[in-house]
């Protein structure tokens, strides 16, 4: 099993950046595959980016395609989520999740508690 914590989230205006973090302590950290969603008010939680167990391969929802990047560092036991061009849209709580299993990408097993993400027009 592993804990999951994001940070980085807060209030940013519209075409700013921010960077999300998650940590997940532990000694098996790259053994799990990470992804990224989120939920916005009155909308169902929705997929936004994965990457493998190295980073090497990622996938992204097309709606944050080309302004968000998913990135990890098996060595901080740290998965990123960099959002570029953020648009009021992008308002959220973000949360971080891993599987160690095979599955659909959007299918994962531990969730963080979330971060809000708030873009302001």
């Known amino acids: 099993q592993v804990q999951l914590v994001e940070s980085g989230g807060g209030l940013v205006q519209a075409g700013g950046s921010l960077r999300l973090s998650c940590a997940a302590p532990?000694?098996?950290?790259?053994?799990?595959?990470m992804g990224w969603f989120r939920q916005a008010p009155g909308k169902e939680r929705e997929f936004v980016a994965t990457?493998?167990?190295?980073?090497?391969?990622?996938y992204y929802a097309d709606s944050v395609k080309g302004r968000f990047t998913i990135s990890r560092d098996n060595a901080k036991n740290t998965v990123n989520l960099q959002m570029n061009s953020l648009t009021p849209e992008d308002t959220a709580v973000y949360y971080c999740?891993?599987?160690?299993?095979?599955?659909?990408?959007?299918?994962?097993?531990?969730w963080g508690p979330g971060t809000q993400v708030t873009v302001s027009s």
């Open positions: 532990g000694r098996t950290f790259s053994r799990y595959i």
């Open positions: 999740a891993a599987r160690e299993r095979i599955a659909s990408i959007y299918e994962y097993d531990y």
């Open positions: 990457c493998t167990r190295s980073g090497g391969i990622t």
